[in-house]
């Protein structure tokens, strides 16, 4: 048993059979510690009121939630400084927001953007839209057949043409860890700048992004034991500045003329409207005990936990990894298929048996056709998962084919 | 739900049906249906004569429900007007929402009964009405054209 199960309500609800849940879906959203609700409900109780905004205590009181879980943002990721950090309502609407600031760097039509063909959608669709509008070309680093980024498309794609990079450090698809340092440090040398959507990977490991050098870097709370509801933006201050804001109105503004308006300095400038300070309350609690628990040791809990599932699961007949099926470079993200039995009805049958897991395209259709399957399974484990759930996983999966005909295996 | 009552024999044999699954000559209409949360991506294509759907066939992948529901849906329309498919189309989906619930009407349905309770597993019912979505809009442009 994880020692960190019981800090987790939900996982603690047993089934009309009597059975703990197995949620094995926390490359989607991840379950949320007592401590994280908790500080949820004390910010509505306590403190609740508009941030920037009131001549009172309350309203100061919101201020210091809001500006702390910014401190405590910047300290988590190694950001130079916390203005640094915007928050967001979505991983998504922040790699929207870097991909606005496009025209800082597509100048010319021809320019390039470089991207990897394992991108999920939301680091990929608003880079097809900023090439379209500035008549910038979109070249893909393409993976091999495990999803491993290899260094020679790395070389060979990233050049002089190329204005930026967006890369995952992470797959959300196969785990797979990019080489995003070198991605980073080629990017550079090009003269690019580097988008890096961290959404799979601060929840995994530890993350400089001083050291890493990367240019933005974009992540959701609700992968990292936090609400959802609130993504973060690191950008390096000198391109915050020149960056256009994504909303305008509320308490993003300097002056306001009948005609024209000048903007507050970065993050305000980019968060316009009310921001999500319960949610960000949420995700400081949820960096607290992320940190009380160590993302060194996070990290090397989930390496065992993940090395137990492909053990388990290349035990089942009939499956097979899609992805890295060994422990290098990787996270506990495990694609696979099942042969004769579609995702969706794996999923199914698993959850019968009390288990979630995610099935389909995983928002990464490129990365699928170039995989070359139209779906895939996907277990995903956190830090409250134990050798049990895989127990159970791999036990389900022995009997998915009998479901569909395929008589005992 | 219980998985028993989802993986009858009807739906796993038709599931597993290679019967339609092969594309037609010149066939008069051709309509993609795709699932855009999970990926499903199927093909219907319809020969029609004279009113008449002669030959329907279902192309592309998908799991056992949506594969099951397509060649039910297949093998029901065939012979049949396209005024009597378009009928047939909205009493599936009628059954699936239940707006209609009245046994005689849906027993035109046949095999498709099977699908009668996936609304009790609201996971599944965009997998069983893909196919029939497809159909309808296939019927549309048939119109038009």
Redesign the interface.
Known sequence: MSRYLKDFPLLQQVDKKGRLPVYLDNAATTQKPQAVIDAVASYYKVSNANPHRGAYDLSVEATKVLESAREKVKAFIGAGKAEEIVFTKSATESLNLAAKSCGMFLKEAGDEIVLAVSEHHSNLVPWQIAAQVRQARLTYMYTDESGRLPYEEIKSKISERTKLVAVAHASNVTGSVNPIEQVIERAHKAGAAVVVDGTQSIPHMAVDVALLDADFYAFSAHKMLGPMGVGVLYAKEKFLLDMPPLLYGGDMIEYVEEQSSTFAFPPQKFEGGTQNVGGVAGLSAAIDYLNSVGMNELQAAEVELTAYMLERLHEVPHLKIVGPDCLDDRTGVVSFVLEG?????VA??L??DGIAIR???HCA?PF?RHLGV??TCRASLYLYNTKEDIDRLADSLKGARR???YGTE | MELNELYTEVITQYSRSQKHRHPLDNPDIKVQGVNPSCGDDISLELKVNGGTIKNAAILGSGCAISMASAAIMADLIEGKSTAEAERLAALFLGMIRKTVTEENELEELEDALAFQNISNMPARVKCAVLAWHTLEEALKKLKVS
């Open positions: 039995v579609h995702p969706h009805d199914t049958i959850n019968a099935s389909g395209h259709q699928m139209q779906s479901w569909l005909g």
